[in-house]
C-alpha cells in the first residue's frame, strides 16, 4: 500500500502550508492536522493559533518565522522540515499580501515590485525547494491558492492580479513538467470570502459582489477549504494542471 500519489511506503504525510497562521490558512492546517497529516506552515508573526496548536500537536506540528520576500529563509525552512520530518508530500501556497487598491497609473514601481516578490516570486522559490524534495520521494501535490482577480479584471488590483494569474500559468506549467515524477499541481481559484484580505471591503461594496453573484451570496471560509481538500484527496488522484474556481458564479 502507498499513499495518494503511490511510489512511497506508507507513513504519516507531510504538508507545508504557507500564511498558516491565520485565517484560511489556519483553517487547513486544522484540517490537515486532523485527517492525521505532519503539519509544518510559516507567517510573518505568530497567533494564538499558532501557539495552541504548537502546545497541542508538538510532535506532528512546525511553525517557523519567515516571509514570502526572504528567499533565503524560504528554502531554509524547507530544509528544517525536511529535516526534521524526513518528506514532504504536500504544499500549499496560501500567504498572500494585499495592501488595499491602488491605481495602476500612480502606483509606485517599489511597490510594484514588492507586491509580485510576496504574490508570486516567493512562491516560486517555494514551490522550486519543496518539490526537489517530492521528486526524490517520488510522489507529491502543489496546490496554489489564487484569485478571481487573475481571470476578471477589477478596478485597483492590477499587480494582484498579475501575480495570481502567474500562479495559474505556473500550475499548467508544472503540471506537464513534473507529471511524470507522479507530483500533481492545481490552483484553487476563490472569490471573494470573509479573510484578512476582505477586511477593508466596505459594506457597500460588499452588498454590490453579493448582488453580482450568481448564487447571492458571499461564500464561507470553510467552503473554500472545502475545496482544497477535495484537491489533495484520493478522490482527484487524476486532476492535474486545473484551476478550480469557487465563485459562487460572478466570474460566469
Not at 106 to 135: D, F, H, K, W, Y
Not at 247 to 252: N, S, V
Request: charge should be positive; include cysteine; aromatic fraction near 6%.
Amino acid at each position: 500500500m502507498t499513499d495518494d500519489a503511490g511510489g512511497r511506503p506508507p507513513g504519516r504525510r507531510v504538508a507545508v502550508v504557507s500564511g498558516g497562521s491565520r485565517g484560511l490558512g489556519a483553517l487547513l492546517v486544522e484540517r490537515l492536522l486532523t485527517d492525521g497529516w505532519t503539519v509544518a506552515t510559516f507567517s510573518r508573526s505568530p497567533s494564538e493559533f499558532v501557539e495552541k496548536t504548537a502546545a497541542t500537536a508538538p510532535e506532528h506540528f512546525l511553525w517557523d518565522q519567515a516571509d514570502l520576500t526572504d528567499f533565503k529563509a524560504l528554502r531554509q525552512f524547507v530544509r528544517d522540515v525536511t529535516r526534521r520530518f524526513g518528506r514532504i508530500d504536500l504544499l500549499i501556497n496560501n500567504a498572500a499580501v494585499l495592501d488595499g487598491q491602488q491605481l495602476f497609473l500612480t502606483e509606485r514601481p517599489e511597490r510594484i515590485a514588492a507586491g509580485i516578490t510576496a504574490n508570486l516570486t516567493g512562491p516560486i522559490v517555494l514551490t522550486q525547494a519543496c518539490a526537489r524534495v517530492m521528486s526524490l520521494g517520488g510522489q507529491g501535490q502543489i496546490v496554489n491558492v489564487s484569485s478571481i482577480n487573475a481571470i476578471r479584471g477589477y478596478r485597483g488590483v492590477a499587480v494582484y492580479a498579475a501575480a495570481k494569474a502567474g500562479l495559474n500559468g505556473m500550475t499548467r506549467a508544472l503540471a506537464r513538467e513534473l507529471g511524470p515524477m507522479n507530483i500533481r499541481v492545481n490552483s484553487v481559484v476563490p472569490g471573494f470570502f470573509e479573510s484578512d484580505l476582505t477586511t477593508n471591503v466596505t459594506d457597500t461594496n460588499r452588498e454590490r459582489i453579493q448582488r453580482r453573484t450568481p448564487l447571492g451570496r458571499i461564500a464561507s471560509i470553510d467552503e473554500i477549504a472545502d475545496a482544497v481538500s477535495f484537491v489533495v484527496s484520493p478522490h482527484a488522484s487524476f486532476i492535474t494542471g486545473q484551476s478550480i474556481v469557487i465563485d459562487g458564479g460572478i466570474t460566469c
